[in-house]
């Protein structure tokens, strides 16, 4: 495969957020400028509205002419202030035809020519043709204007107009709030940027203990220190599934030792038990009674050592799925006391196992002989964990079929290991030789018979496994 550049999760993440973050505030941006913009050009128009209105009210008229009061000059520098303006906008008073009488012009070409100021121009003429207070002019040379007229009143008489009027660029320049935008969105952008890279490496670091933590295990080494105390739910759950882990393998490790030695040494012993009297007897050490009895013993040598190879190649054929399931419709009441009667007369020492059958016969689409072989596993397993004055005691239902025995009990910390192959439990290993196929093998076999097989508990007062059946129909 070909090498990929790969990048830290810390950075992945970040960058990502980052740009994300930059997008949003750009979006966010253009949005508030666009909203500031409109809002400040209607505020200012509302104010020029009523600066017209202001200035028309102080129109006073003298010797039949129209003027001004002497503080209107202070009064419109004080009213660009208030409409945060650079520059105030251009005032024009005319008589009911648009003819100027009075005007304040300044920059934007507005107003009549005459020799005193070549560049002026009349006012345009729509601005009287329209009735609306506000419009929005495109004058030549000087580009979008808006106009606030305001009629001069004396009574019910109009006098004449006062026209307000400024370039849209102007009315929509809003440099300080364009500033502290700026300043706002850069400085949410650096919170939030930095934000997200501590709380990201805060995340990160367990994972990168746990990444760190695989690679150590991956080269043999077990001997790790995780820091289980995370807050996050997530996180300590990830932690702690990787430290049950690590203790799985550290036990599967110590079992595939145990397993090499307690393999070689479950079927060496038979052999050099069969090699050690086949010769006795070849060399005539032993004869009359004393041979046939050697010879007895090399025979259940030989079974005992048939039967370990017989669990391996059965556990092995079932591994591989190369076994058959032949269900039928069985008799559960019937099969399953047959089962038990059969196993107990077979057994050496007297045995009277207890079978607790419901009043109901139970009907279940089961193969009888893998059946068989697995309670078969059960009892063995219950029989050998049973003191003296131990019983064993068989309870068939609906839903399960319990073997309970009187034994000693597994000890808690092997509980979770019972279904391993080749785990074989610490007192067993004394009393007991086999492979520790058992129950690993009737495991599988209740899978495939749509069942399951649990340890249901197990103490010093016994032990109970149940087969449970996953539906009706078995």
Not at 273 to 291: F, M, N
Not at 394 to 402: G, R, W
Not at 406 to 421: H, L, M
């Amino acid at each position: 495969m070909k090498n990929k550049k790969r990048t830290t999760l810390l950075r992945y993440w970040t960058t990502r957020y980052l740009v994300t973050l930059i997008i949003g505030l750009i979006l966010l941006g253009a949005g508030s400028l666009w909203w500031i913009q409109k809002t400040t050009l209607e505020n200012r128009l509302n104010l020029m509205e009523y600066l017209a209105v202001e200035t028309a009210n102080r129109v006073i008229q003298s010797n039949g002419m129209m003027a001004v009061d002497p503080f209107f000059n202070r009064m419109l520098e004080e009213r660009a202030r208030v409409l945060q303006l650079e520059k105030e906008p251009e005032l024009f008073i005319t008589d009911l035809n648009g003819e100027e009488i009075f005007s304040r012009p300044r920059h934007m070409g507005l107003g009549r020519k005459g020799p005193q100021n070549p560049n002026k121009m009349d006012i345009p003429s729509e601005v009287f043709k329209k009735n609306d207070t506000v419009q929005k002019l495109d004058v030549e040379g000087v580009g979008v204007v808006y106009a606030v007229k305001s009629p001069i009143m004396e009574g019910e008489n109009q006098l004449g107009w006062v026209v307000l009027m400024q370039s849209a660029d102007e009315l929509s320049d809003v440099n300080q709030e364009y500033r502290l935008l700026i300043i706002l969105l850069g400085g949410l952008g650096l919170l939030g940027w930095l934000v997200i890279y501590l709380l990201s490496k805060k995340i990160l670091k367990p994972i990168q203990e746990v990444a760190f933590a695989a690679t150590q295990i991956k080269e043999g080494n077990y001997d790790l220190n995780l820091n289980t105390e995370s807050n996050e739910q997530e996180i300590y759950e990830l932690v702690s599934s990787f430290e049950e882990m690590t203790n799985r393998l550290i036990q599967m490790e110590k079992l595939r030792a145990e397993l090499l030695a307690g393999v070689t040494h479950d079927l060496k012993t038979p052999v050099t038990s069969i090699s050690g009297l086949v010769q006795a007897v070849r060399d005539g050490l032993v004869t009359g009674d004393e041979r046939q009895e050697f010879l007895d013993i090399t025979l259940k040598e030989i079974d005992r050592l048939q039967a370990m190879i017989a669990d391996l190649l059965d556990f092995n054929s079932l591994s591989a799925g190369a076994f058959t399931i032949r269900p039928e419709t069985c008799n559960m009441n019937e099969l399953v006391e047959d089962i038990v009667r059969h196993w107990a007369v077979t057994q050496t020492k007297a045995v009277h196992p207890k079978v607790l059958l419901p009043e109901d016969v139970i009907y279940r689409n089961t193969d009888p002989l893998r059946l068989h072989q697995i309670m078969i596993n059960l009892l063995n397993n219950s029989y050998q964990a049973l003191d003296v004055d131990g019983m064993i005691t068989v309870v068939l239902t609906e839903e399960y079929i319990d073997i309970r025995d009187t034994g000693s009990g597994i000890p808690e910390k092997e509980q979770s290991y019972v279904f391993e192959r080749f785990f074989r439990g610490e007192k067993k290993k004394l009393k007991v030789r086999g492979l520790g196929l058992g129950l690993p093998f009737s495991k599988m076999l209740a899978k495939a018979l749509k069942a399951d097989l649990i340890l249901k508990e197990s103490n010093s007062n016994g032990s109970t496994f149940s087969i449970i059946w996953n539906n009706k129909e078995g």
